[in-house]
């Protein structure tokens, strides 16, 4: 005889705290991560809707549609392998 899990599980990828200096990150696996502004700058300075606004693609996968930014647990597991660079948008100027 067999027995199968009843229910949903209820733990799911979450932003759990936005400090001056960064955002924690609970994931489904119950890791948690913090994620300093200096370390990932395209969280910094956005509105909290869009810092909370978080995804679970797959097991261990993270998107944030509104920021259009994606992490992995690899990434932050082992960040010395994954050098992140973040670039300034920068406007064209032309004359019309």
């Not at 992490?71 to 050098?83: G, T, V």
Request: charged share 25%.
């Amino acid at each position: 005889m067999s027995s199968s899990a009843l229910g949903n599980d209820t733990l799911k990828t979450e932003v759990t705290n936005v400090s001056p200096f960064g955002i924690w990150l609970l994931t489904s696996s119950d890791k948690e991560y913090f994620l300093s502004f200096e370390d990932y700058p395209w969280f910094k300075s956005r509105p909290i809707e869009q810092i909370f606004n978080i995804e679970e693609l797959a097991p261990g996968y993270f998107h944030w549609p509104d920021l259009d930014v994606d992490l992995s647990e690899q990434i932050l597991d082992n960040p010395d392998k994954y050098p992140l660079k973040a670039k300034a948008n920068k406007r064209l100027n032309r004359d019309v």
